[in-house]
């Protein structure tokens, strides 16, 4: 069976600074796979190259089969890939509502296209969010639980509810793969329970997910693969447990290194 | 709904005013301020409509405020158009001005903020250099509109009422694209253009067709002021102050609301015309104009009407938000989420007067 996500021999550097050298990363259908690695190993750059924001130097990215390379942001959207931001980025001069009906406006063809009236969906003056974008929104508030929100502006939520609410426009135009980037980093243990639970019931009706975090409990317990990335390489990928166990993966965070190179970090490469 | 009703009837009274004001007002000063007044509620107004919605600040209107101009004057100098029949000369300049629009968009575009500011000044001044030293536009000497064959009785009445309905037309476009999904893909493009197409939204059509729509608006405004002026030159046509006078507008009001430039216009357009009046100096005021800008933005950056009606907002939220036990809510910024499946009704609002 093809992977829903495939990204073959990835290259990418900057300037001088390798952050990708030929890796690659497997996603199967209804997982959920973690990657993850130490700073500037080049797992956000993996992201921003399989979500069109940055241009492979060389490597090949496909979804279910069909290659998407290089594709630009807005169309990788639209063939299905969602993705959140390790620094949260949301709209925070419109309404938490509107936001999330940014992205409701990209349902993919022969998708609830405003109850039964084609046209609505080609109409660009029509009134943004018909009745059924807007029901669906705010189930999706609700399921994140920040719906008691959705007529404030974005720009008064709190940094953990600003992360739920980039989490639910991912979701309101139905994508089969997530990506999420960090969506533990820098919130509270109780809201990274809340967040998991959230993942695992996604999960459980079908949603694929593909996931970078340094919350290593976080990761072992949700994933049921990981990719270890290493300087743009990776060292090891396998069921969370085996991973843990792999003496390059320690290597790749403790840098204990016979050649004396240490981990110091390359941080410009993220 | 009482907030709705103070909307809309303060919106009739508007409409109505704006309507009574040449009966009301009978002498020629006024009457040319009056079209004065509703040309640039329609230029703000449909400046805004590109800048105020997506954020790319334009300094280069001028472009389409003057060829709207040129357009009409050159089509009826070459096919001969007089009397009234040059109204219908409009949808040409609106045309015109549009097509100008796509190659200004295709290269401005193709930067952001600060940068796109920058080429659009550039892209002004090109124009009005061309427009000064080519045949058609018959450089420096500028071109006389035909004669219209109004009694001077009537003349500003009747101009001020096209003027009018064009700002109608502006407002009521502006209004439509707001609430549209289109304006709130250029709104999300404002907040943050690479989320936005993130989330599916192509960036350069979005704002290529806020651009073309907003210079054909500004292109009918050029051409209805160069009706009733009389003649165009390159310097009126293409000039410097109407761009920062459009801008300043729509900052005044309020960047990206409806009303804001409504506003903004019909405060700024009397208040500049009673300096350059009263100081006798029409550099005077240009100082003065250009303190002014400072100042809002300084002061007031968001505008008038976004301010409060952010404060409305999250006063609004506020009132809705309040857990349903007790109506006192906590006061300490709480976790969104407690932890388990599914929160109680816990604490209400965190935050909301953060900033």
């Given at each position: 069976?093809?992977?829903?996500?495939r990204?073959?021999?990835?290259?990418?550097?900057?300037?001088?600074?390798?952050?990708l050298?030929?890796?690659?990363?497997?996603?199967?259908?209804?997982?959920?796979a973690?990657?993850?690695?130490?700073?500037?190993?080049?797992?956000?750059?993996?992201?921003?190259?399989?979500?069109?924001?940055?241009?492979?130097?060389?490597?090949?990215?496909?979804?279910a089969?069909?290659?998407?390379?290089?594709?630009?942001?807005?169309?990788?959207f639209?063939?299905?890939?969602?993705?959140t931001?390790?620094?949260?980025r949301?709209?925070?001069?419109?309404?938490?509502?509107?936001?999330m009906?940014?992205?409701?406006?990209?349902?993919?063809?022969?998708?609830?296209?405003?109850?039964?009236?084609?046209?609505?969906?080609r109409?660009p003056?029509?009134?943004?969010?018909?009745?059924?974008?807007?029901?669906?929104?705010?189930?999706?508030?609700?399921?994140?639980?920040?719906?008691?929100?959705?007529?404030?502006?974005?720009?008064?939520?709190s940094?953990?509810?600003?992360?739920?609410?980039e989490?639910?426009?991912?979701?309101?135009?139905d994508?089969?793969?997530?990506?999420?980037?960090?969506?533990?980093?820098?919130?509270?243990?109780?809201?990274?329970?809340?967040?998991?639970?959230?993942?695992?019931e996604?999960?459980?009706?079908?949603?694929?997910?593909?996931?970078?975090?340094?919350?290593?409990?976080?990761?072992?317990?949700?994933?049921?693969?990981?990719?270890?990335?290493?300087?743009?390489?990776?060292?090891?990928?396998?069921?969370?447990?085996q991973?843990?166990?792999d003496?390059?993966?320690?290597?790749?965070?403790?840098?204990?290194?016979?050649?004396?190179?240490?981990?110091?970090?390359?941080?410009?490469?993220? | 709904?009482?907030?709705?009703?103070?909307?809309?009837?303060?919106?009739?009274?508007?409409?109505?005013?704006?309507?009574?004001?040449?009966?009301?007002?009978?002498?020629?000063?006024?009457?040319?301020?009056?079209?004065?007044?509703?040309?640039?509620?329609?230029?703000a107004?449909?400046?805004?409509?590109?800048?105020?919605?997506?954020?790319?600040?334009?300094?280069?209107?001028?472009?389409f405020?003057?060829?709207?101009?040129?357009?009409?004057?050159?089509?009826?100098?070459?096919?001969?158009?007089?009397?009234?029949?040059?109204?219908?000369?409009?949808?040409?300049?609106?045309?015109?001005?549009?097509?100008?629009?796509?190659?200004?968009?295709?290269?401005?575009?193709?930067?952001?903020?600060?940068?796109?500011?920058?080429?659009?000044?550039?892209?002004?001044?090109?124009?009005?250099?061309v427009?000064?030293?080519i045949a058609?536009?018959?450089?420096?000497?500028?071109?006389?509109?035909?004669?219209?064959?109004?009694?001077?009785?009537?003349?500003?009445?009747?101009?001020?009422y096209?003027?009018?309905?064009l700002?109608?037309?502006?407002?009521?476009?502006?209004?439509?694209?707001?609430?549209s999904?289109?304006?709130?893909?250029?709104?999300a493009?404002?907040d943050?253009?690479?989320?936005?197409?993130?989330?599916?939204?192509?960036?350069m059509?979005?704002?290529?067709?806020?651009?073309?729509?907003?210079?054909?608006?500004?292109?009918?405004?050029?051409?209805?002021?160069f009706?009733?002026?009389?003649?165009?030159?390159?310097?009126?046509?293409?000039?410097?102050?109407?761009?920062?006078?459009?801008?300043?507008?729509?900052?005044?009001?309020?960047?990206?609301?409806?009303?804001?430039?409504?506003?903004?216009?019909?405060?700024?357009?009397?208040?500049?015309?009673?300096?350059?009046?009263?100081l006798?100096?029409?550099?005077?005021?240009?100082?003065?104009?250009?303190v002014?800008?400072?100042?809002?933005?300084?002061?007031?950056?968001?505008?008038?009407?976004?301010?409060?009606?952010?404060?409305?907002?999250?006063?609004?939220?506020?009132?809705?938000?309040?857990?349903?036990?007790?109506?006192?809510?906590?006061?300490?910024?709480?976790?969104?989420?407690?932890?388990?499946?599914?929160?109680?009704?816990?604490?209400?609002?965190?935050?909301?007067?953060?900033?």
């Amino acid at each position: 069976m093809t992977p829903l996500l495939r990204a073959e021999q990835v290259s990418k550097s900057f300037g001088g600074v390798q952050a990708l050298n030929g890796a690659g990363i497997e996603v199967a259908e209804g997982s959920i796979a973690g990657l993850i690695g130490p700073n500037g190993s080049g797992k956000t750059t993996l992201f921003n190259v399989i979500t069109g924001y940055e241009r492979v130097d060389a490597g090949e990215v496909y979804l279910a089969g069909q290659r998407i390379t290089n594709a630009p942001p807005h169309k990788v959207f639209a063939l299905g890939i969602g993705r959140t931001f390790q620094l949260t980025r949301i709209f925070p001069r419109l309404t938490v509502l509107e936001n999330m009906l940014v992205a409701a406006q990209h349902q993919r063809p022969g998708e609830r296209a405003g109850s039964g009236r084609p046209w609505r969906a080609r109409n660009p003056l029509a009134r943004a969010g018909g009745p059924a974008a807007r029901r669906r929104a705010m189930e999706l508030l609700e399921f994140t639980g920040i719906a008691r929100h959705a007529g404030a502006l974005a720009d008064t939520l709190s940094y953990g509810q600003r992360k739920l609410l980039e989490l639910a426009y991912v979701l309101v135009a139905d994508p089969q793969l997530v990506l999420l980037d960090e969506p533990a980093g820098g919130v509270n243990p109780s809201l990274i329970n809340h967040l998991a639970g959230r993942i695992r019931e996604l999960n459980a009706a079908g949603r694929t997910f593909l996931i970078v975090e340094h919350n290593m409990e976080f990761v072992m317990e949700l994933c049921d693969r990981v990719t270890v990335l290493d300087y743009g390489t990776v060292v090891a990928s396998g069921p969370p447990q085996q991973v843990r166990d792999d003496p390059r993966v320690l290597d790749a965070y403790l840098g204990v290194d016979v050649h004396g190179e240490g981990a110091s970090g390359d941080g410009a490469g993220r | 709904m009482t907030l709705a009703r103070l909307r809309y009837g303060g919106l009739a009274v508007l409409v109505a005013a704006a309507i009574a004001f040449p009966l009301a007002v009978t002498n020629q000063e006024a009457a040319t301020l009056g079209f004065d007044a509703m040309i640039f509620v329609a230029a703000a107004a449909a400046w805004n409509m590109f800048s105020g919605y997506s954020g790319y600040i334009s300094l280069g209107h001028a472009v389409f405020f003057g060829s709207g101009a040129y357009a009409a004057g050159i089509a009826a100098r070459d096919w001969q158009v007089t009397g009234a029949a040059i109204f219908a000369l409009l949808p040409l300049s609106a045309a015109v001005a549009a097509l100008i629009a796509v190659p200004f968009g295709l290269v401005a575009l193709r930067v952001r903020r600060h940068t796109f500011v920058v080429v659009t000044i550039a892209i002004f001044f090109i124009f009005q250099l061309v427009a000064s030293n080519i045949a058609v536009t018959n450089g420096t000497s500028g071109l006389n509109a035909p004669f219209l064959l109004w009694s001077p009785v009537t003349f500003d009445d009747r101009f001020y009422y096209v003027a009018l309905a064009l700002a109608v037309l502006a407002v009521a476009l502006s209004w439509l694209i707001r609430g549209s999904r289109f304006g709130l893909q250029l709104r999300a493009i404002r907040d943050d253009e690479d989320r936005a197409a993130g989330l599916g939204v192509r960036a350069m059509p979005v704002k290529l067709a806020a651009l073309v729509i907003s210079g054909a608006v500004t292109g009918l405004a050029g051409a209805v002021w160069f009706f009733f002026i009389g003649q165009v030159y390159p310097q009126s046509a293409y000039d410097p102050i109407f761009d920062l006078t459009v801008a300043l507008m729509a900052f005044l009001g309020g960047l990206g609301s409806v009303a804001g430039p409504v506003l903004g216009a019909l405060v700024l357009e009397p208040a500049q015309q009673y300096l350059t009046q009263q100081l006798n100096n029409a550099y005077l005021s240009e100082i003065l104009l250009g303190v002014i800008f400072l100042l809002v933005i300084l002061v007031l950056p968001r505008g008038v009407i976004p301010t409060a009606g952010e404060r409305l907002t999250a006063w609004r939220a506020m009132r809705m938000a309040p857990a349903p036990a007790g109506g006192a809510a906590p006061s300490l910024p709480a976790p969104p989420a407690t932890a388990g499946e599914d929160r109680p009704a816990g604490p209400a609002h965190a935050r909301e007067q953060s900033r």
